[in-house]
């Protein structure tokens, strides 16, 4: 014998996960909108200061998805190698050096005989003259100390920012 069930509900259940999702949504993004700002705050408090630039190059932005993206950089603009952006050095430090080394040395250096080129170091692919082939300088580079401001910020806030979103997924159930 087959039977027949009447359910009732099912529209008021379907429009009430419908609600919930939306109201889940927008609480999720305000709180990652959230979470992007406190990152910036502590990694700005936490960045060492000189010039001001890495300072004032730490934001963050909503994507073109929703999604939040928070961004460390600056760069001295004064062109060739002080485009570079300096801010992992700050985060990471850097190794000591000696000013004015060249990879390879004289012996490797062939020189190019009727051309103009003058010397080619083949494990750089660099053209130099023959009398600057090997200059090294007396002067040393220290290495910088690790200063990291960035990703400690990080760790501290999406560790909060996981807490209050399973608090948001309870909040309404």
């Known amino acids: 014998m087959m039977g027949w069930a009447w359910i009732t509900g099912v529209d008021t259940l379907t429009n009430d996960l419908a609600q919930y999702t939306a109201r889940l949504v927008l609480r999720a993004r305000a ?15 936490a960045v060492p200061q000189d010039t001001g630039l890495l300072f004032s190059g730490i934001f ?20 060739r190698w002080y485009d570079l952006n300096y801010a992992f050095l700050v985060e990471y430090g850097t190794q000591p050096g000696e000013r004015g080394g060249r990879r390879g040395g004289t ?67």
């Not at 990652?32 to 700002?37: E, F, L, P």
């Open 107 to 173: 012996a490797i250096v062939k020189v190019g005989g009727r051309s103009r080129a003058g010397a080619f170091n083949p494990v750089t692919g660099r053209r130099f003259r023959v009398a600057n082939a090997s200059r090294k300088s007396s002067r040393t580079h220290p290495g910088t100390a690790p200063q990291p401001f960035f990703y400690p910020a990080v760790d501290a806030v999406l560790g909060d920012r996981e807490a209050r979103q399973a608090a948001l997924v309870d909040q309404d159930l």
């Open 60 to 79: 963050a932005r909503m994507n073109e998805d929703g999604n939040w993206t928070v961004e460390a950089g600056a760069t001295h603009g004064r062109g």
């Open 31 to 45: 709180n990652d909108a959230t979470a992007a700002q406190e990152i910036v705050a502590r990694a700005k408090a």
